[in-house]
């Protein structure tokens, strides 16, 4: 079985860097794409960016210019930096498998991130 | 970027009811459509991909359907888990891009 777990600060100073890190256990993460969702409270989904497999990346170009995802296939780990965060930036975060095939199959639990000074 | 609109909004419906949920594309995403599952301070659960595959462990009492840019997410003999907000998703062209979600309510 899958599991995902975020992990990060839970409150960030603007215009700070947002750093979260989703933790893979009970599979591979060869051949996967690897995305973060994110969803400000009481409101909907918003698709952040994936990585795939040795690092390719696809990202919202609403976002592209302040967001990195990266992947560490040694530690399962990969991890999302927002920079140059705003009050907008506020949501719940969550890191998910998949997405290309078969939709996003394996969620974290999420991790509410709150932009403030 | 695609548009996805849900329709309706809310929906109202008792345990036993039949209820159908309503998603649109702005453009054709051919299939690559999936919904989700969403219950309060919990992560989506995945459904359906590919517009009407069941992912694994989902009960048959969900269907979906639809290709191009209108689908449709079917839920048979409505039992108290299932009431949660629903989401439709498109995975055709990036960005991807959710709905605002419906929200089925207990009447």
């Known amino acids: 079985q899958v599991q995902l777990q975020e992990s990060g600060p839970g409150l960030v100073k603007p215009p700070e860097t947002l750093s979260l890190t989703c933790s893979v256990s009970g599979n591979s993460m060869g051949s996967h794409y690897w995305s973060w969702i994110r969803q400000p409270p009481g409101k909907g989904l918003e698709w952040i960016g994936y990585v795939f497999d040795i690092g390719t990346t696809k990202y919202n170009p609403s976002l592209k210019s302040r967001v990195t995802i990266s992947i560490d296939t040694s530690k399962m780990q990969f991890s999302l930096r927002l920079t140059s965060v705003t009050a907008a930036d506020t949501a719940v975060y969550y890191c998910a498998r998949g997405g290309v095939l078969r939709g996003l199959d394996y969620w974290g639990q999420g991790s509410l991130v709150t932009v403030s000074s | 970027d695609i548009q996805m609109t849900q329709s309706p909004s809310i929906l109202s419906a008792s345990v036993g009811d039949r209820v159908t949920i309503t998603c649109r594309a702005s453009?054709?995403?051919?299939?690559?459509l999936a919904w989700y599952q969403q219950k309060p301070g919990k992560a989506p659960r995945l459904l359906m991909y590919k517009a009407s595959s069941l992912d694994t462990g989902v009960s048959s009492r969900f269907s979906g359907s639809g290709s191009g840019t209108e689908f449709t997410l079917t839920i048979t003999s409505l039992r108290p888990a299932d009431f949660a907000t629903y989401y439709c998703q498109q995975y055709n062209a990036y960005p991807w891009t959710f709905g605002q979600g419906t929200k089925l309510e207990l009447k």
């Open positions: 453009q054709s995403v051919s299939t690559w």
